[in-house]
């Protein structure tokens, strides 16, 4: 892990850190606080910025490296699977993209159609839910992204 990983790690009970974990709204004044905790933590303006551009925002970047409140990935998906009837091979498949958030803090679309999710059904999501089903777990997967920017 580097200096910066281990720094945000050690400040995870950071206000702002916390926000982006649990996929609360930022401001802009949580991404100053968070590129200060950066900088303090050795990191250089030079890098920072770079990261902010490889990454698509500071949120981004600090989310990947603190990855996603596991209990608020599984509510972010709790509604999509209430109501319904749901197989095993569905439910194995949300509780992969609820530990793919987890670890990784976003995940994009094209991501569910490689492995470990054609593990389960080779077509991808397609093979395990309904195409209107499909379009949810993306609405969500979209809300959690958008949720990582001021």
Do not use: C, W
């Not at 698509?56 to 319904?84: C, M, P, Y």
């Amino acid at each position: 892990m580097s200096r910066q990983g281990k720094f945000l790690k050690a400040h995870e009970s950071h206000l702002s850190l916390q926000r982006l974990k649990r996929n609360q709204p930022l401001t802009s004044s949580d991404l100053e606080q968070l590129e200060y905790m950066l900088l303090d933590a050795g990191g250089t303006q030079e890098v920072i910025d770079r990261a902010k551009e490889q990454s698509n925002g500071l949120g981004f970047f600090i989310r990947s490296l603190v990855g996603l409140d596991h209990e608020t990935a599984k509510q972010a998906f709790s509604q999509f699977i209430s109501g319904t009837a749901v197989l095993a091979s569905q439910i194995e498949f949300i509780n992969l993209v609820v530990n793919y958030l987890t670890e990784n803090g976003v995940m994009e679309p094209d991501r569910l159609y490689e492995s470990p999710f054609t593990d389960i059904n080779p077509q991808g999501p397609e093979g395990v839910f309904k195409t209107t089903r499909v379009d949810g777990i993306i609405d969500i997967l979209t809300e959690i992204k958008l949720r990582a920017v001021a």
